[in-house]
């Protein structure tokens, strides 16, 4: 086998490697604590903010997405976005979703 194709084979099994090792159930909880100062507690904002809590995980997903890939424009989002690998904006949204809105 060549060097490329073990190096193929590793990058390909990453993600789903990182997905299986985050062994914490509180990890989504944990990580939307980093969003309730602007967005409030749990994604349930009472102010000026997008809410976030309820609202469809993929499409949280795609947001935060396009936040760190620069395609959506932003004061302060993409740079926060950078933040997260893919597994944890998976538990996070997923987290945000499920919570009841105010
Ligand atoms: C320092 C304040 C701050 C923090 C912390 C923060 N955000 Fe944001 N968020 C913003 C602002 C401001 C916007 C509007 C876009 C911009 O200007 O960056 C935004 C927009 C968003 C949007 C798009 C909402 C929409 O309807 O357009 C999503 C999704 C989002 N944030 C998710 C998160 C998540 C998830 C976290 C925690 C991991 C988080 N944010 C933490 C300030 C914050």
Redesign the pocket.
Known sequence: MSVKIILAAFIAATPVAAAAQSPDPNLGRN?AA??A???GTNGASTGG??G?AGRPQAQ?LQ??GEFRDGKRP????HQ?AKG?NEAQLQA?TTY?SAQKPN
């Open positions: 990580l980093n969003c100062n602007c967005h903010m997008p976030l949280l947001l935060l932003a004061t302060i989002m926060l997260y996070v945000l």
